[in-house]
């Protein structure tokens, strides 16, 4: 019986120590295993950082500009004016417009030599319209490698009056326009537009188009 006994506790104590040393063991060895699982390489991914002109909160854009304007049958001159908008949402605005311009000599006027067809008051050409324009391809336009600038292509009509040759005619105008934005107020523009009204100073009332193009700088408040 003694005997027997001694073999149970020696065999006890011998399991015993077998389980300390393989758990120590396996302590020993999860922080290696975390080691070998860190990758050897790290990378290192730099952002480029870039200035990029954004959109002012405000709605409201006024414009002053400046160009040419070909009245049919009258030359090409100078033109100018001031526009007034607002953004409805990012892709849709409106737009109030008053431009000026004076006619040149017609055919008529250097053939005959004589008097001019039109008066100085006349020859003006002062014309107020109202206009819906739509943002179709609003993007970013990449100056340098840190530097990107918000622009878009508009398509803007409209209605409105011109008053010319001692009359007022209805107008319909219609074109298309380029904005870039160098600040989140500050724009600078390009816009083409026809402007169609019926005129019958030459010949048989006839529809004409008085084409005009004109560079532009708008403020946002």
Request: no cysteine; proline share 3%; charged share 20%.
């Amino acid at each position: 019986m003694e005997n027997w006994l001694r073999r149970f506790l020696l065999g006890a104590t011998i399991s015993l120590a077998l389980s300390a040393v393989s758990v120590s063991m396996a302590e020993d060895a999860a922080p290696a295993a975390e080691e070998e699982l860190q990758p050897v390489i790290q990378p290192e991914v730099e952002r480029t950082e870039f200035k990029e002109a954004r959109i002012d909160t405000e709605d409201f854009e006024i414009t002053a500009f400046a160009g040419l304007l070909s009245i049919e049958d009258f030359e090409t001159n100078p033109v100018y004016g001031v526009r007034l908008g607002y953004h409805i949402t990012e892709e849709l605005f409106v737009e109030g417009t008053y431009g000026q311009s004076e006619a040149g000599e017609t055919s008529y006027d250097v053939i005959t030599g004589g008097a001019p067809l039109l008066t100085d008051e006349e020859s003006q050409f002062r014309y107020y319209n109202l206009s819906l324009g739509f943002n179709i391809f609003p993007g970013e336009a990449f100056v340098t490698q840190n530097t990107t600038f918000n622009n878009d292509f508009y398509l803007i009509g409209g209605i409105g009056s011109t008053e010319f040759a001692g009359a007022d005619r209805m107008t319909i105008n219609w074109g298309a326009g380029y904005r870039l934005f160098l600040k989140d107020f500050v724009t600078v523009r390009l816009d083409f537009r026809d402007h169609m009204l019926n005129m019958d100073l030459i010949s048989a009332d006839k529809m004409t188009h008085n084409l005009e193009a004109t560079a532009a700088l708008s403020f946002f408040f």
